[in-house]
């Protein structure tokens, strides 16, 4: 039944195809190399090549009137989307043919011409079959049309090496090699995908222009779950599909002529629409080329990116993506300049200044006739001076910089497109008094007059003392709206420390006290003999926002167990912040201490392990935004003098609403202590902090790592630490086995072995695989407390409730997170 089905389904296909052509089509499975040898194969012949299941056509791919190109296309597909075509510059005709001739495909045109030809397969007087797989690959004894020319689409189980090339397509549906188009490739240097644009100068010579790059790839491969790639050097940058996992879906990763890679997803039956589920530049208007010269690239109210011209400039006649200049700037005599906020230009040639003065920025422009414009950046005074066409212009309120335009004085009264915040707002909203007329009546006495006009002149009054004060508080909002636009950050916040401040202080970054996943922390002393510790933010693709998110939250967020933030730099490239400095290290130099001396006592153990309950439940229930940790271990969990624990490095995650999950693309956290939703399809919410956290406790209950502990009873299989502490407490009922050797006294105290039979308790419910049965860090504060009553915890399991086989590679990042050394970080 289910083979009569999908043969039912090919033959549907193509019907459909051969009726959207209004003509018969005949199919088959492979062709002989004495077809090809002789008449050869013309797109008149009115047949395609179909793969096994039919998934699949090859043949003459007709993209406009008579006009054709040899390409696989997807068969069960109402547009009939491309899945490879040959790399030919130009198309050909109807009476075109393809042969196989010296062992190589070609196409030869109308006029007998060489159109495509192959790399040579083989000898071709031994018998050949051109024959179409399954998978899209075209294949012809040893040539494949994966390994000759991957054009536009990755597919799944298609090979992306260094020595292969995306292109782009141009709007004729050629590939543009010759004008300006985008490439993908796999950079050998470096291992990492690239996006670059290729256009041509104003000279006539070629330039490249690289704007985007993956993380580092050992192999490059399309599996059909929506993962690009199986083996990774950066886990962190992993580039999988929204829907990864799910199956019976069709997916391709596809190099569109805009310059977005792009990774599409639909059903294989029923047939359905196309869907985005990974793109690799989100903000579309900064891909070059996106618009043509002097034009400025906005996202519309579709999402989608539109092309317009600033004051002083038209649309130009020849392509609706550039902007034609009224006059020659070369030629006028009257100048001024208009200011365009959150815009962004490049030229091919600029001159790089520096200035404090705005007017000397002008007057360099102005005695300048080829000069464009000029950027002027806020924070440091500098200009950049463009001169010819501007390109790649787009705006964006992540723009940090001024550009101000060179036009004619007449064209000062047009409408400026581009004026926004970081200009001074003038609207004062006048106060309209209105009173009352006074009663009617038939004799005015001078009381009623005198009362009316006191109560008129008191209204007076009080409307003008309400409007100066209004006043007073506008002119207080246009400070604080200048503070925003030039330091990109609300008042009220963090002491801002200049860069120089803090090289000073840590006498040029030469103590250095640790190197966390975000960058280096140093040690350093204030004027006014604090010391502190700062962290420089560095080698983060995304380092800004993170560094805003810990600014605008973690500056509002104080907690007796919480590591303060007192200030921040933001000067130019550099970013850092400054904490507070804990003069005692992290938990994990006391706890995994191997001298006999310096063994942290149990009571110290259950105090910090009580404080990082606490901090932690503030984190998640009681700030003004939800904050998750992502990596909580003992590494960023600092002890005081007094060994008060305070946590650190909290707020580095992404922020969400409450009440919301965390759907992310990425692995966040350190191997040994994530939770296993990390690498299945669920939802991230705030239970990976609690799976973290028992791992925690545990440690501190044994004093060892949670990888580093072995029983002579499990070492010939495969062994899980919370099953074996699980057997031991609850089982066996021997929880002294489970304490750290070196607490002797501890073993032999009745009173604190409760406590510790109390803390693996909550250990166990903390670990459990399904995110639902593990208690809210607020109530496992409680259960370590002691004002709750503790159930006994089911045994936990490392895939207890995942639907992945032992052979699937979620089984195998589990795994591997938990067996692996704790130290190692994503």
């Known amino acids: 039944m289910a083979a009569a089905w999908v043969l039912q389904v090919i033959c549907m296909a193509l019907i459909w195809v051969g009726e959207s052509e209004g003509a018969e089509y005949g199919t088959v499975a492979r062709l002989s190399s004495a077809l090809l040898n002789s008449s050869g194969w013309k797109p008149n012949d009115n047949m395609y090549l179909v793969s096994s299941n039919g998934t699949f056509c090859a043949g003459f791919y007709n993209l406009t009137a008579n006009r054709y190109a040899f390409a696989v296309w997807y068969a069960n597909d109402s547009h009939r989307t491309l899945a490879w075509m040959a790399n030919s510059t130009s198309l050909v005709g109807g009476n075109s043919s393809l042969y196989l001739r010296d062992g190589a495909l070609s196409i030869s045109d109308e006029n007998g011409e060489i159109a495509w030809r192959s790399k040579n397969t083989s000898d071709s007087k031994y018998a050949m079959e051109l024959s179409l797989q399954e998978s899209g690959n075209l294949v012809l004894n040893q040539w494949q049309s994966f390994k000759e020319f991957p054009t536009f689409n990755l597919l799944p189980k298609q090979e992306f090496t260094t020595a292969d090339v995306l292109l782009s397509r141009s709007r004729k549906g050629t590939y543009a090699t010759d004008g300006k188009y985008y490439s993908l490739s796999l950079e050998p240097q470096n291992s990492k995908l690239s996006l670059s644009y290729y256009y041509r100068r104003a000279d006539g010579g070629r330039a490249r222009k690289k704007y985007w790059q993956s993380g580092r790839f050992l192999a490059v491969t399309l599996d059909e779950s929506g993962f690009l790639n199986t083996s990774e050097i950066d886990l962190g940058s992993l580039i999988m599909a929204t829907d990864r996992g799910e199956e019976d879906r069709l997916r391709r990763l596809t190099l569109e002529g805009n310059g977005n890679l792009i990774m599409y997803s639909r059903k294989r039956y029923p047939s359905s629409s196309w869907d985005v589920v990974w793109e690799a530049v989100t903000r579309h208007c900064q891909i070059p080329g996106a618009c043509g010269d002097n034009a400025v690239c906005k996202i519309n109210l579709d999402w989608e990116p539109t092309c317009e011209c600033p004051r002083g400039f038209d649309q130009s006649p020849v392509d609706n993506r550039s902007c034609k200049p009224h006059n020659d700037i070369e030629k006028l005599s009257n100048i001024t300049f208009i200011q365009l906020d959150f815009v962004s230009f490049e030229a091919l040639k600029f001159i790089r200044r520096s200035s404090k003065i705005l007017e000397e920025c002008m007057d360099f422009c102005r005695n300048n006739s080829s000069c464009a414009g000029f950027i002027y950046q806020v924070d440091n005074g500098n200009c950049v001076h463009l001169f010819g066409n501007l390109v790649n212009g787009y705006w964006s309120p992540q723009v940090g910089t001024l550009f101000y335009l060179k036009i004619s004085a007449s064209e000062q009264e047009t409408p400026n497109l581009f004026h926004g915040l970081f200009s001074v707002l003038e609207n004062v909203c006048p106060i309209l008094l209105k009173l009352p007329l006074p009663p009617t009546q038939p004799d005015h006495k001078t009381r009623n007059l005198i009362i009316i006009c006191f109560f008129f002149g008191a209204e007076l009054l009080c409307g003008a003392y309400a409007f100066r004060a209004f006043l007073s508080k506008y002119s207080k909002l246009r400070d604080m709206t200048r503070i925003f636009a030039l330091d990109l950050l609300p008042s009220g916040g963090p002491k801002k420390f200049s860069y120089a401040e803090l090289k000073t202080a840590t006498n040029d970054f030469s103590d250095i006290l640790g190197k966390g996943g975000f960058g280096p922390v140093y040690k350093g002393l ?202 031991i407490v609850m089982i066996k009922k021997k929880t002294e086995e489970i304490v750290d050797e070196r607490l002797n006294e501890t073993r032999e105290n009745q009173s604190e072995m409760e406590a510790v039979k109390r803390m693996v308790k909550t250990a166990l419910w903390c670990i459990q695989s399904r995110a639902e049965e593990r208690p809210s860090m607020g109530k496992v504060a409680k259960m370590l407390e002691g004002t709750i009553e503790i159930e006994d915890p089911p045994k936990p399991s490392l895939l207890q409730d995942t639907v992945a086989g032992p052979q699937s590679p979620i089984y195998s990042g589990i795994r591997s997170s938990i067996m692996s050394s704790g130290l190692s970080r994503f």
Request: net charge negative.
């Open 526 to 727: 204030l004027p006014d003999q604090r010391q502190i510790a700062v962290k420089k933010l560095e080698g983060l693709r995304q380092g800004e926002q993170q560094f805003w998110a810990e600014v605008s939250i973690i500056g509002r967020i104080h907690h007796l167990n919480l590591v303060r933030m007192w200030g921040f730099c933001a000067e130019g490239e550099h970013r850092l912040l400054v904490y507070e400095y804990i003069s005692n290290g992290s938990l994990e130099k006391h706890l995994f201490n191997v001298e006999e001396t310096l063994v942290m006592e149990w009571g110290i153990r259950y105090r910090i392990a009580l404080g990082v309950a606490r901090a932690i439940a503030y984190l998640h229930e009681e700030c003004l935004e939800w904050v998750l940790h992502c990596d909580i271990k003992p590494e960023n969990i600092l002890v005081d003098e007094d060994f008060c624990p305070k946590v650190s490095d909290f707020g580095l995650a992404k922020l969400v609403e409450k009440d919301r999950s965390l759907n992310v693309s990425r692995i966040r956290g350190t191997r040994g202590y994530l939770a296993p939703e990390w690498f299945q399809s669920n939802s991230i919410t705030a239970k990976v902090d609690v799976y973290s956290f028992g791992m925690v406790l545990f440690e501190m209950v044994m004093g060892k790592r949670n990888v580093h502990v072995f029983h002579s009873t499990e070492q010939d299989r495969e062994f899980y630490f919370p099953e074996w502490a699980f057997e």
